[in-house]
């Protein structure tokens, strides 16, 4: 036999805290706050502050100044190597001056004199024109080009061409009339239909239903069921709260029943009054649909009547038409005939005279042309006799003439030679030492323009950027303004909760539970 003791014990602690809050007249801006940044965040992207870009005059005036670069590298460049050239020809142009300062005189002298008797050579000998006499050749020739004259012949009247004048006209025939164009009055009865009768399509059911369902229809139910809303947010809710609040009852399932009932009776008044206007609208509808069909049905039917009036108008006006038509067709063929008859006869008539015209004034001008020929002939052959003897007179005293200009050319190209080869000297002389200086004065010139060119140009760039740069501030203080105008929203709902502030605590409430337990026992076995 034994014995066995047991013993047990344990203790237990809790504790708990419960707030309460949003503070009822602070909810309604809450909510105002929430939802104006729930729309902000969907409906408009957050601002991006910008950045301006490179304008088109900044960007011209970049370019230019890139393109400036490397214009005056390559130029400075090409400066070095003419510089090289400038030294080369500076040595060059003097060497050719002390060249020309050693020259012998007295030779180019001879040269020139040697030229001038050359050029005098030319024209040494001096002969006496003489005369060739008459021309009988040049007479002959420009008589043997007149022709002698004939006597022109009359050949008649040209029966040909006057009968052939005389076909252009056509021969008369009478005209027959065809009676009625049938074709012509079906075809214009056939532009009209034939009448139906209408029929009465009934009620629309997608009409009845754009009527009892629209955005003005929801909007006159949402301004109708204002009033029911705003009591139960503003009125109803509140009230619960506040008796919830003040009993502390806030949060249990009797303020939430309560919540629950004027919540169910506001909707049941906002269903009422839009079953009521939703009925209206389509009873109203219901009018509007019978109205219509009748109106089509009526509109149809006396459409199409008239299609059938129009029918039997336009097949009798046809058949006025071609029998009209037919009478002056007649009428217009017969005095088209009788007016070609007449024609032929009097064109014909014509065609004979202007045959005998013809011929007679052909007799006459051919005869007047051959008598023309005839006299030319013999004034050509005495004008030619004339020409003749007066151009033996005439190169007679050409030919002296210009045998003693020659003479006395040749006397004056001796001194002009002597001359010459004195000038010639000392003028190449001063040419080539104003040569020497004139080389070195205008590369000096052509680096200092381009000096000039290059702070030029680099003056008009710095301006060009700075007018771009101008403009480019200008951009980006209109992008941060209109940075500062998007973000307005985003500062003022910033601002407005701020001023609300976070959400008060109403109520606090702290509990505390202890407890402990023992237990003992005995065992025998």
Do not use: W
């Not at 590298?73 to 050719?96: C, E, I, R, Y």
């Amino acid at each position: 036999m034994g014995f066995s003791f047991g013993s047990s014990k344990s203790k237990s602690r809790s504790s708990s805290n419960a707030n309460t809050f949003v503070d009822p007249n602070q909810q309604p801006y809450l909510d105002d706050i929430r939802s104006q940044t729930r729309s902000l965040y969907y409906d408009e992207p957050m601002p991006v502050e910008g950045v301006a870009g490179v304008n088109s005059t900044l960007g011209d005036a970049l370019d230019a100044g890139n393109q400036a670069g490397i214009i005056q590298g390559n130029a400075g460049s090409g400066l070095m190597g003419d510089g090289a050239n400038q030294a080369a020809a500076t040595g060059a142009a003097q060497n050719f001056a002390s060249n020309a300062m050693q020259g012998d005189a007295m030779s180019n002298i001879g040269t020139s004199i040697g030229a001038g008797m050359g050029y005098a050579g030319i024209n040494r000998n001096v002969h006496a024109a003489t005369g060739g006499g008459v021309n009988h050749r040049m007479a002959n020739d420009m008589g043997g080009n007149a022709s002698k004259m004939n006597a022109a012949s009359n050949n008649g009247i040209n029966l040909g061409q006057a009968q052939g004048i005389g076909g252009l006209a056509a021969n008369s025939q009478a005209a027959s009339a065809n009676g009625y164009n049938s074709g012509l009055a079906t075809q214009a009865g056939g532009l009209a239909s034939t009448a139906n009768v209408a029929q009465n399509q009934g009620f629309n059911q997608n009409n009845l239903n754009n009527y009892i369902n629209n955005d003005v229809l929801n909007s006159q139910i949402d301004a109708a069921s204002r009033d029911v809303t705003r009591n139960l947010q503003e009125n109803q809710l509140v009230n619960i709260n506040s008796q919830a609040a003040a009993s502390g009852n806030m949060g249990s399932s009797r303020a939430g029943i309560a919540d629950g009932i004027a919540m169910r009776g506001a909707q049941e008044q906002i269903g009422d009054i839009s079953a009521q206007l939703r009925g209206n609208a389509y009873n109203t509808a219901l009018g509007i649909e019978a109205g219509r069909a009748s109106e089509n049905a009526q509109l149809t039917q006396g459409g199409n009547q008239f299609n059938a009036s129009s029918v039997n108008n336009m097949t009798s006006q046809g058949l006025g038409i071609a029998g009209d038509q037919a009478g002056m067709n007649a009428g217009f063929n017969q005095q088209t005939n009788l007016s070609n008859q007449n024609a032929a006869n009097s064109m014909t008539s014509q065609g004979v005279g202007v045959a005998a015209n013809t011929a007679s004034q052909n007799a006459d001008f051919n005869q007047q042309s051959n008598a023309a020929n005839m006299g030319a002939q013999n004034s050509l052959i005495g004008q030619g006799y004339g020409i003749s003897a007066n151009q033996t007179d005439a190169n007679l005293n050409r030919s002296q003439q210009a045998n003693l200009a020659n003479q006395s050319a040749y006397n004056s190209a001796l001194q002009y030679g002597s001359n010459l080869g004195q000038n010639a000297y000392n003028t190449n002389q001063q040419n080539q030492q104003f040569g020497a200086g004139m080389s070195q004065q205008i590369g000096q010139t052509g680096v200092n323009n381009m000096q000039v060119g290059q702070n030029m140009m680099n003056t008009g760039i710095g301006l060009s950027q700075s007018v771009g740069q101008y403009g480019r501030d200008y951009d980006q203080q209109l992008l941060a303004r209109d940075y500062q105008e998007e973000m307005a929203p985003y500062n003022s709902l910033n601002f407005y909760n701020n001023v609300v502030g976070a959400p008060n605590n109403l109520s606090t409430a702290n509990s505390k539970s202890r407890g402990s337990s023992s237990s003992f026992s005995l065992g025998i076995g």
